[in-house]
């Protein structure tokens, strides 16, 4: 990173200068930002450079690009997560992404009951904030902590003073413990070029205790990556500090192993469709009007999409099938069944419709598109909304992953449906876009820096193997020659 080349450097410092009658300074006093007997605590200059290096992000902007891993299949995974490095020195921790929540928390330390062994062959890690040199624990009194009212039932130990969180989900499984603020470490793209090891100061949370499918060890994970809107949302807060923008995007790969991108900035696809955002909701909720199966329209009450009362359509990376109202439900699995009646072979399967068949899904099952405000259409395949159950003898059989929730007017659209697409979640714009893709090839993203200029670059072909790239020597030398014509203006 550039910015390590002057970590040592002699840094000028303007000070109020006597000036003469022409106008210029008469004399001007330079003060060394290291002391002339070079005593300095090692933490101060790991302080100052964490400080430079912050200034440098929020002056280049850029796009941050995190690695993705999982699935959307139940049968092998059923998760998309990726991996972040927290605290100093850093630690690697495996969080799942999840649009459907705010903040990012991760296994402290003292976890009661946290897994201890992922079947996703991933190494488990616990944050301790006794090891991090860099980590703080978050007051009742701190600003900060009010951002966690936002996003769960926070609350104040009288005992230690510590800003406290407690999380429900919706499959009935949950996390508490208490929020600390540290590093995060990320890899960012600027113009053509990375700058790994970049780092912001976030607030998180430090899981002390965690209940239902988060302690199962099938497929265990260290933690949850909320990108939500709310303020304790990392989007958000780097945002704040201006090191990314207020959009993010991904592209979630579905078969031969999953993976995908992820990126704070927005994927440039020209075929991108966009849908207004519903304002003043707590998850990503948009207007669903009408499903279609074959192009007609299915007689549905559009009153059964509509967004009140906890109600509506939210889109989920959290949630790995989709979810429809009985109301809906039902003629949907119709609509399928009458369109394909003739070549396969219906039958319930544990409540499930599914079909027996021998030919491809794409030859037989219809096109879906569900059509939402602003005039977008998500056009689906049928490999969107049908699972494979099983294969036994050359004889398939496909099942409905769009599940039936009754009593509730919601529609969930988790990764079943938003695999193998473009989706760019622009907060500042409030709206939601996407394209279907081949999430296994590399995308065009944009960033507006600070200057107002759009940076252009290629995210998703960085990996842990691969020799990252450093600041460009163009970059380099601009801030190099900027450095001494400063330093010939005062001399």
Request: with cysteine.
């Amino acid at each position: 990173m550039a910015a390590a080349l002057f970590s040592t450097a002699i840094l000028i410092c303007l000070l109020p200068v006597s000036v003469s009658s022409s106008g210029f300074p008469a004399a001007l006093k330079l003060e060394r930002a290291i002391p002339a007997n070079h005593e300095m605590e090692m933490n101060e200059l790991k302080a100052r450079d964490r400080t430079r290096h912050g200034r440098l992000l929020q002056s280049l902007g850029g796009v941050v690009d995190f690695p993705v891993d999982g699935t959307f299949d139940p049968f092998v995974v059923g998760l998309y997560y990726t991996k972040l490095r927290l605290g100093s020195p850093p630690r690697d921790f495996y969080v799942q992404i999840d649009t459907g929540s705010d903040v990012l928390w991760v296994s402290c330390a003292s976890c009661n009951g946290c897994p201890q062994t992922s079947g996703l062959q991933i190494q488990l890690n616990y944050f301790d904030p006794g090891s991090s040199a860099t980590a703080t624990p978050i007051s009742c009194s701190d600003q900060r902590c009010s951002w966690g009212v936002q996003s769960s039932d926070s609350g104040c130990s009288v005992q230690n003073n510590l800003c406290a969180y407690t999380f429900q989900y919706g499959d009935g499984s949950g996390t508490s413990g208490y929020y600390v603020s540290d590093l995060l470490q990320f890899d960012m793209i600027v113009g053509s070029s990375l700058v790994p090891n970049s780092t912001a100061q976030v607030v998180f949370g430090c899981s002390t205790s965690q209940t239902g499918d988060l302690v199962k060890p099938d497929r265990a994970v260290d933690g949850i990556f909320g990108f939500g809107q709310q303020g304790m949302s990392v989007i958000s807060q780097l945002a704040s500090q201006g090191v990314a923008p207020r959009v993010f995007s991904h592209c979630l790969k579905g078969e031969n192993g999953g993976g995908g991108i992820l990126v704070l900035g927005e994927i440039v696809e020209p075929n991108m469709v966009f849908t207004p955002l519903v304002p003043s909701q707590p998850h990503y909720n948009v207007n669903l009007l009408s499903i279609s199966v074959n192009g007609q329209a299915l007689p549905i009450n559009p009153s059964v999409f509509s967004t009140s009362n906890g109600q509506g359509t939210i889109i989920d990376t959290g949630t790995t099938l989709a979810y429809l109202s009985e109301a809906a439900y039902i003629p949907f699995v119709e609509a399928i069944t009458n369109a394909v009646s003739q070549s396969v072979r219906p039958v319930v399967s544990k409540g499930n419709q599914c079909y027996v068949l021998t030919s491809s899904v794409a030859d037989v099952f219809p096109p879906v598109s569900l059509n939402f405000a602003g005039g977008a259409s998500m056009f689906l395949n049928p490999q969107d909304y049908l699972i494979q159950q099983n294969n036994v003898g050359g004889t398939a059989v496909w099942c409905i992953g769009f599940q039936r929730i009754q009593n509730q007017g919601i529609t969930i659209l988790g990764d079943l449906v938003l695999k193998d697409k473009i989706f760019v979640y622009d907060l500042v714009g409030q709206r939601i876009g996407w394209a279907n893709y081949d999430c296994s090839m590399s995308v065009n993203v944009s960033a507006t820096s600070s200057s107002g200029r759009s940076e252009y670059v290629n995210a998703g072909q960085f990996s842990d193997n691969a020799a990252p790239q450093k600041l460009s020597l163009d970059i380099v030398g601009n801030i190099i020659m900027l450095l001494l014509l400063v330093i010939n203006m005062f001399l």
